[in-house]
């Protein structure tokens, strides 16, 4: 089965399978003339022998050249065939020759073989002899029978060659979904991350800033409390982003999973997806609450209106980490001590929209808290919620607010279109 599968032209050590394929067919032929002597025809002679050898010859070149090969074996046989010797001797290499047009090339130019060899076949003995005319049409019969089996086998070939190809296609096909979800995943805990750590640090940074300005405004009068309450927040809001980062990396931890991904690469796209997604729960808009608490520890005044229920998990943790971000970028670039900072969820035709504006003075050059060019250099701030927001098939803008201070509204579809909602 294999070497009925494998395709001839490009077989391995063909040529030398070929040589050897020839020289068995010629002894076959040698073989069996003890068992010819009583048939049809004389027995051949020293030119007769010959020329048999000789037809058998081309058989070594039948896939480089079948066509060419055909003609040689015809082109020997055809003078045996005239002195009248056995004409069975032939048959096996004529059969082999005929069978390699067929499997080998297109239905058209075997049958433009087919059409050559049976007209001057019929035609010759017609000519040379009435009575013979008969017996070419049954042999005519043989010879179509080969080319038909020939024929099939090249199209059992290429059903076979097609069903490889698409296997391998669909194992590419897993292999770059299984990639792609992966990256998608890194991408998901690096924004995690990214939220998490700047979310965090700001918070300490000011709370530790609160911490010393009690420490260095009055020496002489230390409000032991206040310092006290500054250092409490910041052990509590380490504890808090040290069970989130807790959290999302746990996808790293689960290393007999991770390792599962690439054993089940060929085990179909559900097996791939399956293995990929190893994230743990994700933030919502059960968590505003507890940013707003943050918020408002760290001095700004934080405003949260919420209205919408039944959020998709998805579209609950992108909202989560946009809001995370602006009250990040807020409290950093307030730029004023009694920062208010309004935040609004609600849902409206078919989408949750959010809205988080604050009345500070940071960000004026337009590119809004939290990149603006009050702290140093630009950051990734609004680069990341508006990828937030796309990773759900949102939109988010960000710009200086109607009276004062910056805002950032994002509008988050609660279903994609061709999802169920």
């Given at each position: 089965?294999?070497?009925?599968?494998?395709?001839?032209?490009?077989?391995?050590?063909?040529?030398?399978?070929?040589?050897?394929?020839?020289?068995?067919?010629?002894?076959?032929?040698?073989?069996?003339?003890?068992?010819?002597?009583?048939?049809?025809g004389i027995r051949p002679g020293h030119l007769g022998w010959m020329l048999l050898l000789a037809g058998h010859l081309p058989l070594v070149w039948r896939r480089r050249r079948p066509v060419v090969a055909l003609l040689g074996v015809v082109a020997c046989m055809a003078p045996y065939y005239a002195f009248d010797y056995n004409p069975a001797l032939p048959v096996p290499a004529i059969v082999l020759a005929l069978y390699t047009v067929a499997a080998t090339g297109a239905v058209r130019r075997t049958l433009l073989t087919g059409v050559a060899i049976l007209g001057s076949t019929v035609i010759s003995n017609g000519i040379t002899d009435q009575d013979e005319a008969l017996d070419s049409l049954e042999i005519s019969g043989w010879i179509i029978a080969v080319l038909f089996v020939g024929i099939a086998v090249r199209y059992?070939?290429?059903?076979?060659?097609?069903i490889v190809e698409r296997a391998e296609r669909a194992e590419r096909t897993r292999e770059e979904e299984a990639r792609r979800r992966v990256a998608e995943e890194r991408l998901r805990i690096a924004r995690d991350l990214h939220d998490l750590l700047a979310h965090s640090i700001t918070l300490i940074g000011v709370q530790t800033s609160v911490a010393a300005h009690v420490l260095t405004a009055d020496p002489e009068r230390l409000d032991r409390k206040a310092v006290a309450q500054a250092l409490d927040d910041i052990a509590g809001t380490c504890r808090i982003a040290r069970g989130e980062l807790r959290t999302t990396l746990e996808v790293?931890?689960?290393?007999?999973?991770?390792?599962?991904?690439?054993?089940?690469?060929?085990?179909?796209?559900?097996?791939?997806?399956?293995?990929?997604?190893?994230?743990?729960?994700?933030?919502?808009?059960?968590?505003?609450?507890?940013?707003?608490?943050?918020?408002?520890?760290?001095?700004?005044?934080?405003?949260?209106?919420?209205?919408?229920?039944?959020?998709?998990?998805?579209v609950g943790a992108a909202a989560y980490r946009i809001v995370q971000e602006a009250l990040t970028n807020a409290v950093r670039h307030g730029g004023r001590e009694d920062l208010t900072v309004r935040?609004?969820?609600?849902?409206?035709?078919?989408?949750?929209?959010?809205?988080?504006?604050?009345?500070g003075t940071g960000g004026d050059d337009g590119t809004g808290g939290g990149v603006g060019p009050s702290d140093g250099p630009p950051g990734y701030g609004l680069v990341g919620m508006r990828e937030r927001a796309r990773s759900v098939g949102g939109t988010l803008d960000a710009g200086p607010g109607p009276a004062e201070g910056f805002e950032v509204t994002a509008t988050l579809p609660l279903s994609r279109e061709g999802e169920v909602r």
């Open positions: 089965m294999s070497a009925i599968n494998r395709e001839p032209l490009t077989a391995p050590h063909r040529t030398r399978n070929d040589v050897v394929l020839a020289l068995g067919v010629a002894v076959l032929a040698v073989a069996i003339t003890p068992l010819m002597g009583g048939g049809e059992y070939r290429l059903y076979v060659a097609s790293l931890r689960a290393h007999d999973t991770v390792v599962g991904v690439g054993a089940d690469l060929g085990a179909g796209a559900g097996s791939v997806s399956g293995a990929v997604d190893l994230r743990g729960p994700l933030p919502g808009i059960d968590g505003l609450a507890g940013l707003a608490e943050t918020g408002r520890v760290a001095g700004a005044k934080v405003e949260l209106s919420v209205r919408a229920d039944g959020i998709p998990p998805s935040v609004g969820l609600w849902t409206a035709d078919g989408a949750l929209r959010v809205s988080v504006r604050d009345d």
